[in-house]
Each structure stands twice: as structure tokens, then as C-alpha cells.
């Protein structure tokens, strides 16, 4: 006897959503400007999911037909005995369920864990870095240390991790270095990706339209250096990429703001509470955690995903403008993991 295959989710506009991302903490050992304030106040532990339940809550996105995980924070890897986790969600990628068990991380732990990933079945990571100067990175993650988190970076190479580089485009920060990136991720074989800041959360200092650098006037910047081939190359996420012909690496642009990147939309945002977003820049959310805890049965909570699913939305409201300075949304991007 097979077991029944339950029917694939699908939103109100016709997309399949195979696309799960989870923020198993709230938690950060760094405190990015854009990301987060200085003086932050997380969840206390009663209020988070114990990492059992976040390998069942998982487990039945997978069952529902998500082929994608992307585990994210705040940082992920400074949850206690996340690699049990990981370990265990690993075993979807083995069985041929799960297309990829990816993560993004801040670096800082990859030093201790990236033999471990990449036992546990992953094989590609995302790594935020949004500068290669020790003093901007320091400014920018208000206490970090870059060579930190560049020996983590080697480790992951070291260990057979593909390592994608995220980089948030700051103006009048780092808008001076991304020719330096383009050319130092194509020395190290990584593909790189800038972003657009997003306006989530009060950050609790400066603006966010100064902080705002359209990509388009990023990209017109990287065409007096570099040649960028089009490329249909796609990881599942938002990001749009080029092939930099003098280095053979891809290069990605994340825009939520100068190009919407909704219409393709296969994501949903699982937080480390159990409250799942169907779209990042919009406030509606759904309680798993309620029907998680009714019974050890699932069909509550597969319920309840369905019913969330049924509300997702064709995309988000965000904007950056002088008159509209304050967040779109109130939560901080570490709640939702972007």
C-alpha cells in the first residue's frame, strides 16, 4: 500500500508554493544597522518553538510538496543544537523529497559548523556580507569582525559548500566597493548577490531613504567596469542574475523596491514562534503553532496551512521614500529571516 500523496499547495493566483523558509531564532550575535536596532528585545525561550516541532512543522511543508528549505535567523547557527535540526531535516534531501536544505548565515559560526552542514546533505549556503573593509564591517554590524568571519567563509569552501555572497547596497557605505566585491568573489568562486534595503522594522538610528541605493543605479555603476551577460539562471528565490564575463561568476539583483519580484512568488516565512507569513512585506499571518500543539496528529495543522495558503497575496507594499521614512511593516527583518 502507497500512502496518498496530499494535494500540492497552491495560492489564489495559480502559483505552487514549494518555497519554505524558517527562522528557527529571533537572535543575532551581530546588530546590522539596516536589519536591526542597537538595544534589541527578543522572544523569551517559552514563546519559541522547540527544534521537534520545528522538524514537524517542516516535515509537513514537505509532505505538502515543498522541495525547498531555507533555514534562516536572526542567525541560525547561534540556536542551541541547531545542527540536531538540521541533521534531522536532512534526511528529506537523502529520500529524494526535498530538492535543497539551504541556509543564510552571518558567517560568524561557520567556522565550527561547516563540516557539519555539509554532512547533514547541504550543499549550498548563503553568507551576508556587506563589505570587505574590517572598519565599514564593523560600523555596519555595530561589533563584528570581518577576518571572523572570512575564516568562516574558507571553512565552508574547505568543506565543500557552495557559498553565495549577499550584499546589501548602502549608500554612502559601501557604494564605493562593489567593483572590489565583483572581483574578489570572482577570485574565490563564489556568486554574489547585492540587495536593495528593506523597510522593516524601526532601526532606531538614520534614515532609511539614505540608506536606499536603487540596483539600477548599482548595476549602470558595474557596466562602466564589468560586462554582464543575461542569464536565466534561478535558485528558487527573487534574485535576478548575470554572468560577469571577465569572471565567469554570477552576479544577482534582489529589488524589491525599484523592480517588484512578486509575480513569481513560490515563498512563504515560518517564524521561530510558529507564525507562518505568507508574504514578507505584509503584516497577515497564520498561528501553526496552535494546531501543531492540538494533537500529535497533523490534519489540524495541514489544515491550517491550506487555510493560509488560501489568503497569500499577489505581493507586498513596500516603499522608500522622504515622505514614507518609517518601516513598511513593524516587524525587523531577524523575525522573518528576509
Known sequence: MTRETPAPLID????????????????CDLRCVYCMAEDMSFLPKAEVLTLEELDRLCSAFVRLGTRKLRLTGGEPLVRRDVMQLIRRLGRHVKADDLDELTLTTNGTMLFKHAAGLFDAGVRRINVSLDTLDPHKFQAITRWGKLDKILGGIQAAKEAGLAVKINCVALKGVNDDEIHRMVAWC??????????EVMPMGDIGEGARYDQYWPLTHLRAELETRWTLEDSDHRTGGPARY??????????????????????????????????LYMCLGQEDAADLRAPLRMSDDDGHLIDAVRAAIARKPKGHDFIINRQTNGPAVSRHMSVTGG
Open 186 to 195: 570572482g577570485h574565490e568562486g563564489f556568486d554574489l548577490t547585492f540587495i
Open 242 to 275: 548575470v554572468r560577469v564575463r571577465e569572471t565567469g561568476q554570477r552576479v544577482g539583483f534582489i529589488t524589491p523596491l525599484t523592480h517588484n519580484f512578486c509575480e513569481s512568488c513560490n515563498r512563504v516565512r515560518l517564524t521561530c514562534t510558529g507564525t
Open 12 to 27: 489564489p493566483f495559480g502559483r505552487a508554493v514549494k518555497y519554505l523558509r524558517v527562522s528557527v531564532t529571533d537572535r
